[in-house]
């Protein structure tokens, strides 16, 4: 049967899930490699209409579906009711009943299933076999029939009900929703379980349908099992303002600023031949081909990494000059001692922490101020102006079959898109020789606290460790100042504190100071 439809809802906030949906849509949270909404998208034929209700940031979700999915035919409908008064799963499921005037399946924003999704050439229900009738609604079945949908902690019954159902008695259904709406607009908990007791009572079946697979995506619990179930299969560290998704054929970067996309893909053309090729871009998203290769933080060895380092030096490292360089001076200032200001004083406002002196592996540290005042930022500030990658970790590169792709490129440096400093790169590579993605995922790391005494403590590959003594040895020949590169080095940890979950957001603030005031006392 292709004569249906499938109504998907994605309009709701999705307060459940916390912070994240401060910046996004809770269909398009990653769950393994992709958003929730791509399972669900990808579960029907590509000649399958597809009708998406879209309220809380409506735009993402279009434009993410018109830049992943530009061939399948999908009508979006907009809910001026989403949230407060009036709202309601009923309410939004009306705004869509003139699209919907045949035989569909309606599937909630935040439900996964593994098995292959019945056509509604009957009335039928999904459920899931489980006990958790605190958290959902459930029904009782005799023989294959749903005999009625309850509400959540009942006592009596065989499914939980996952948010999935086909509706061949299209007409009746949207009859008695009208009916139901009619009785109460102010009704916020009025939806399809309501519908589907009221046209059983009145003398329509409804089959239920096992799913012996089902991931609520729509709480933090029931995220965090889909997360578990669907393997990764790749390693990123997780950020609530921006996200990645990997397919196929293309991988599909989120930015909740979508100025920060069309940087990206300026620079992704201006770095033309060392990134994969940019395919397009849509509002905060943007698209690039699939580049095969291994991620080079798990394939790098002493003997290649010289190599590489030699490759990037030609490749990439190439100097420009944008502007003048008492204006790069400036930026370089602003980049590394005004923002590092900022980004500390949020890391201390988020976790409530003063700044204050610590015991760190059993040595006193000042405070941050301090610290801070110590250091001799004009000197810092006098960086070179290279073309720069400006995210270059080992977790952004890959070996590829007989040369090196980088990922993840910086949108700009200060501001500036041709050039950056590349002291930057070469602080970013040295952090990554310490702290990488693999070791944070798998939580090789330890941040303990107690008062005002502090103990972290990391993981390190041995491959690695011998990677740094290399990088070293080439800066020295080189000709550039490693002094400056050690100094950057913990400044970056200390940027990346705010931005990122708990604990390793401490990790990074106490391993940062540590680490910068240890090479300040050398100095």
């Not at 869509?96 to 309606?106: D, E, G, R, S």
């Amino acid at each position: 049967m292709t004569d249906y439809k499938v109504l998907i809802t994605t309009s709701g906030l999705g307060q459940r899930l916390g912070d994240i949906t401060n910046y996004t849509n809770k269909s398009l949270v990653r769950v393994g490699k992709k958003p929730v909404i791509s399972y669900i998208i990808e579960s029907y034929p590509e000649n399958i209409e597809l009708v998406v209700t879209v309220g809380h940031f409506a735009d993402q979700i279009k434009d993410f579906i018109k830049l992943v999915y530009p061939k399948r035919k999908v009508t979006f409908v907009q809910i001026d009711k989403y949230q407060g008064g009036g709202s309601s799963l009923g309410y939004s499921m009306l705004q869509a009943k003139k699209h919907l005037q045949c035989p569909f399946v309606f599937h909630a924003g935040d439900t996964i299933v593994k098995k292959k999704i019945p056509s509604p050439k009957s009335n039928w229900s999904g459920g899931f076999r489980n006990t958790a009738s605190a958290q959902y609604r459930s029904f009782k079945v005799v023989g294959d029939k749903v005999i009625f949908i309850n509400e959540k902690n009942a006592s009596d019954f065989d499914y939980l009900h996952i948010g999935l159902v086909g509706i061949r008695d299209y007409r009746s259904f949207w009859k008695e929703l009208e009916c139901l709406y009619q009785k109460d607009p102010s009704n916020s908990s009025l939806g399809d379980c309501a519908v589907i007791n009221s046209m059983i009572k009145k003398g329509k079946k409804f089959l239920a349908k096992e799913f012996k697979s089902w991931l609520d995506t729509g709480n933090i619990e029931g995220l965090n099992r889909a997360k578990k179930d669907i393997n990764n299969h790749f390693q990123t560290l997780d950020k609530v303002k921006e996200s990645i998704f990997i397919f196929d054929d293309s991988v599909v970067k989120f930015f909740f600023d979508p100025k920060k996309v069309k940087q990206r893909v300026k620079r992704g053309r201006l770095l033309k031949g060392l990134v994969p090729k940019i395919e397009g871009y849509q509002g905060n998203f943007y698209r690039y081909k699939f580049a095969k290769g291994d991620l080079y933080s798990r394939v790098a060895t002493p003997s290649d990494f010289k190599k590489f380092l030699i490759w990037s030096k030609k490749n990439l490292w190439q100097k420009k000059k944008e502007i003048v360089e008492k204006d790069f001076k400036k930026a370089c200032f602003d980049f590394y001692y005004k923002k590092s200001k900022r980004r500390i004083k949020q890391f201390l406002e988020l976790n409530s922490l003063q700044d204050e002196k610590n015991i760190i592996n059993g040595e006193e540290v000042p405070s941050i101020e301090k610290i801070l005042k110590k250091i001799d930022f004009n000197y810092l500030s006098r960086g070179e102006q290279y073309q720069f990658h400006g995210d270059f970790i080992l977790d952004n590169i890959l070996k590829t079959k007989n040369s090196y792709c980088l990922l993840d490129w910086r949108q700009n440096f200060a501001n500036l898109l041709e050039v950056g400093d590349i002291y930057y790169d070469f602080a970013k590579l040295n952090h990554n020789l310490t702290v990488n993605h693999d070791v944070i995922n798998d939580n090789m790391f330890s941040v303990k606290i107690n008062g005002k005494s502090v103990f972290c403590d990391i993981f390190r590959k041995d491959n690695l460790v011998s990677c740094q003594e290399i990088f070293y040895q080439f800066l020295k020949e080189a000709g550039f100042d490693l002094n400056k590169v050690e100094l950057l080095t913990p400044l970056i940890w200390l940027n990346m504190s705010p931005l990122h979950h708990y604990p390793f957001n401490l990790f990074l603030f106490y391993f940062g100071k540590l680490k910068l005031w240890r090479r300040i006392k050398k100095q």
